[in-house]
């Protein structure tokens, strides 16, 4: 059992992964994904957030067995995808997905929206070419795009009617997980809130499970039942989206909150901003202990010599830092009594608060 999910519940688990890049020997060993250990219940929506370069992408790509761990692993149930032949591979990365920021670079621009769509069909030489049409234009009905938009190419619909072209793209191979990687962040604010909706809409209707990455805090909140915070390639903090977001136990989770613009600007004036302050380490060589210490305002000495090992604080809220139970105390002490006394579950409000 890891995080408390036990075998048959889990759509993935990730046992200690770690994903490098480069070579130790010549200097340019990048350890993007350094030592994270999570599962994702089946149905669920799983969170992951971080700046620029903390590994996101890169956890996403292994997920779906788009790279391969270096050390570590991930199974898919109870199957390990990485023993499996490459033609076995193919086979079985159907049904886990990923869809990223660009929509672009999954269309050819010489290609209609409908042989798009139809493309993972043909080259799995699925269904006769009236079945694989059916099946498109019943993709593209579920993602909200009128049958007329099938016949024109990527030039002539919107960034958000592309982005819905490609979740139809993504949805013909049936898959079970999907990997959404900033799908939203190309996007207009405006329309960010109705593509969480259809992420959402969707995953209940077709029971999805979805891993969603984002750098950007409102998003992952708003449609995560559990999110975890990375920094550097680890994970910092994981646990349900609300308590996490209410009450912070990570000084690093704390600042990314506090960042966050309020809903009013009296509340926004009001708000305690924490600027984080150092510079941004270099990916070749991370700090020594705790890899937030050089930017961490609560920065102590063991922080600079010793890793923080990740524990459970409360029910399901797991942390790695070594003042996370003081942190815990002065939130309690605030009365703020969130910090992880709710359950996974979303809360009622869905996403339509988004904007
Ligand atoms: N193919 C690659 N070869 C070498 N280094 C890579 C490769 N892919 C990613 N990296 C490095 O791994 C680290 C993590 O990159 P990754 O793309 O996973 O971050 P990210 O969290 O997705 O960032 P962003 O929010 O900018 O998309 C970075 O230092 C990046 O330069
Ligand atoms: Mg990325």
Redesign the pocket.
Known sequence: MIGGISSGQAALKVDNLHVS??NARRGSL?R??DGVSFSVRKGEIFGVI??????????GRCLVGLLSPSDGGVLHGDIDPFKFSRREMNRHRRKYQIVSQDPNAAFDPRMTILQSVCEPLNIAGEGTRAERREKAFAMLDRVSLSPEMANRYPHEISGGQKQRANIARALMLDPTVIVC??VVAALDVSIQADMLNLFSRLQEQLGLTYVF?S?DLRVVSHISDRVAV?YF?KIVEVGPAHAVMETPLHPYTEALRSAEPEITPAANDAKQRIILQGEIPS?LSPPSGCRFHTRCPRVRDMCRTEEPKQRELLPGRHVACHFAEEMLAQSEGRGAGHAGRGTADRGASGTEALT
Do not use: W
């Not at 971080?50 to 956890?59: A, C, D, N, Q, Y």
């Open positions: 890049f480069g990048i993007a994904v971080g700046e620029s370069g903390s590994g996101k992408s890169t956890l990687d900033e990455i750098h990375m390639g990916a």
